[in-house]
């Protein structure tokens, strides 16, 4: 049985090749849903055996784990930079919110393809969590860390609770996915305008222009 190489054996060629699975994973989930995602379709996607998706992942257990991660660090290579290239708290606090949105826009097929994995495929064979509540949990404690900082240093209304507003802003983001699979025209550019001046008006301090 020809077993796949461990992370840092991997050449260049095998990355791209899991890559390319992950991806056609992703769309094919996205498209026909969890249940009906077989690694036969997978494959059949991006023109290759199933043996060649059995190389490279150990199954779709594997695989599906896989996608959760690829997608989770997507996320934040997309968002991190543009919150960070802001200099103000205000600016950056919208930064964070319309950036989150604007990756689910550019990657709708991500995030179907996440909502269909905790609708239905949350669980792996031997019953172990795939995504649970704890991401979201550490998203709301680092966005709430953010906050407090931005209270101390003068940047937002010093008056309100961080954890409180913290949890707040990630429902009305973490809202969106199961949205955009309910809707196709789900405009989400109005959706993160109007959230952004929501939470700008709810945190910005009184003496900011």
Known sequence: MVTE????????TENARRQ??????????AEVGYGQASL?????????????????????????KQVVI??????????IPRVFAESSGPA?????????LAFMREHRNHMVA?????????LTADGVRRVDGRDVDVATRLLEEQLARLQAGGELRSDFNPR?????IRATIDVVPHRLVLDADFDIDKYASEIANVFDLA??????P
């Open 92 to 100: 950056r606090l919208r930064a964070y919110i319309e950036s989150n």
């Open 203 to 208: 945190t910005r301090a009184k003496d900011t």
């Open 20 to 29: 390319q699975i992950v991806g056609a994973a992703i769309d094919t989930i």
């Open 114 to 122: 996440v909502v269909e994995i905790l609708r239905n495929g949350a």
């Open 70 to 79: 690829d997608v989770v660090e997507a996320g934040r290579a997309y968002i």
């Open 40 to 64: 036969a379709r997978i494959a059949a996607r991006i023109g290759i055996s199933k043996g060649v998706i059995s190389y490279h992942f150990a199954g779709k257990d594997d695989l599906i």
């Open 164 to 168: 409180v507003m913290a949890m707040a």
């Open 5 to 12: 190489p461990e992370p840092e054996q991997r050449t260049f």
